[in-house]
Structures are given as C-alpha cells and as structure tokens.
Nanobody
Framework: EVQLVESGGGWVQAGGSLRLSCAVS????????IGWFRQAPGKEREAVSS????????DYADSVKGRFTISNDNAKNTVSLQMNNLRPEDTAVYYC???????????????????????WGQGTQVTVSS
C-alpha cells in the first residue's frame, strides 16, 4: 500500500522559513513524480512544486519561485520542500502526492505532462502571520 506522510508544518511569522517533509513508502514502481500542493480556505487546490525520481527535474509555481526549493532524498524515501521568505498568502494546508511515470522518463516536460496524481498524503497546516 502506497503511503505518503507529511510533516513539518506549523506557524511562522512573515519572512520566516519552514521545511516540509513527505515520507513515501509502499511504491511498487521505481519511477515517479512527487508533487506538493496547497489549499487555502475557500480557494481551489493549487500546485506548488514537483520533482522526478529519475533525474531530479523540478518545477515550481510562479508564486513560489526563488523562495521554495524541492528536493528528493532517494535513500530516505523523502521529498522535502524548503520554504523561505514565507508570506501570509502562503497560508494553506500543504499536501504531497505521487504518481507513477514512464520508465526512466526525464526532464521537466514530464512534470508538465502530469495531470492527475494517484496517491495523496493527509496534509499539514502552514500558517504565516503578518
């Protein structure tokens, strides 16, 4: 059974930093994409960042470029999201999600082609105060 468990959420003042982690287990496939998403109250869920397990290609929403960094520790089966210079508008529940990709698929174009993620974590709350 595939499981994704997020951790690292919390409360921080604007300008501060948090590091989210997504522990992944139960994959029966070797190649996958992991995405971070967020959903604020009354708003639709939005994609934040994603990464490939094959070559580490990454993608970011324009709103977080230069502030957030996604990374993949394959040895620990963990994907992290380092969030710096946080803003009140970053307040949301953050989810990680996973989807299998074609064997040895590489390049950011693969991330752009992914439409639906099959496995989701339970979410972790991030609150940024002004």
């Amino acid at each position: 059974e595939v499981q994704l468990v997020e951790s690292g959420g919390g409360w921080v003042q604007a300008g501060g930093s948090l590091r989210l982690s997504c522990a992944v287990s139960g994959f029966t496939f070797a190649d996958y994409a992991i995405g971070w998403f967020r959903q604020a109250p009354g708003k639709e869920r939005e994609a934040v960042s994603s990464i490939l397990s094959t070559d580490g290609s990454t993608d970011y929403a324009d709103s977080v470029k230069g502030r957030f960094t996604i990374s993949n520790d394959n040895a620990k089966n963990t994907v992290s999201l380092q969030m710096n210079n946080l803003r009140p508008e970053d307040t949301a529940v953050y989810y990680c999600a996973a989807v299998q990709i074609p064997t040895q698929a590489m390049g950011v174009e693969v991330l752009h082609l992914v439409r639906d993620y099959d496995y989701w974590g339970q979410g972790t709350q991030v609150t940024v105060s002004s």
